[in-house]
């Protein structure tokens, strides 16, 4: 499969025609970065992105039971860690310490918390730049933060290369990627 702009406005556009959560996923694309720099985000946001990620999933309630299993104040202490550091590598092993959130939540979480520099880890996207020639490996069954460090530096230098953003480029990702 060959990846361009003209390709990835396309497939950007079946998925916002096709995702149920579409107008809410923008609304908060817009609201939360400002929630999370501010630290008035709120347990439902948090809760909200759970879910999100793991649309479709049977497991979406273990999920949120872990989740909901963490102290308030440590997931507060980890997200105010997160926010503040300076390397996505280190933002993101903040936020897999919460139990619940393993690579791939985590990047979930660091995409609310700034879509112009963060996007989601997520089986379909990864095969579809496998495929494309764009990472070298299939997805490993349980990612590290090197594993996503790989995948979010190809992703920002295809967005770079076709002139678009991340964000289109994770919902044309999805998209291409079918129902696996």
């Given at each position: ?11 950007e ?12 996923e ?31 999933s ?81 997805m ?9 460090l ?11 290369e ?19």
């Amino acid at each position: 499969m060959e990846l361009g702009r003209r390709v990835l406005k396309q497939q950007e556009a079946a998925y916002e025609k096709d995702e149920d959560q579409y107008a809410e996923e923008m609304e908060r694309l817009e609201t939360l970065p400002k929630a999370f720099e501010e630290g008035t985000w709120t347990w439902e946001d948090l809760e909200w992105i759970v879910r999100w990620k793991m649309t479709g999933s049977p497991f979406v309630g273990k999920v949120l039971d872990d989740f909901n299993s963490n102290d308030e104040t440590f997931v507060t202490s980890q997200i105010e860690k997160s926010v503040a550091a300076s390397s996505p590598g280190e933002k993101l092993s903040h936020l897999i310490e919460i139990s619940g959130v393993a690579e791939r939540m985590g990047s979930a979480f660091l995409l609310f918390m700034n879509p112009d520099r963060f996007t989601v880890l997520d089986w379909k996207a990864w095969s579809v730049l496998h495929e494309s020639g764009y990472l070298p490996d299939e997805m490993p069954d349980d990612p590290s933060v090197d594993d996503y460090l790989l995948y979010l530096g190809s992703c920002w230098a295809i967005a770079n290369e076709y002139d678009v953003s991340l964000r289109t480029l994770d919902m044309a990702l999805w998209a291409l990627g079918g129902d696996e």
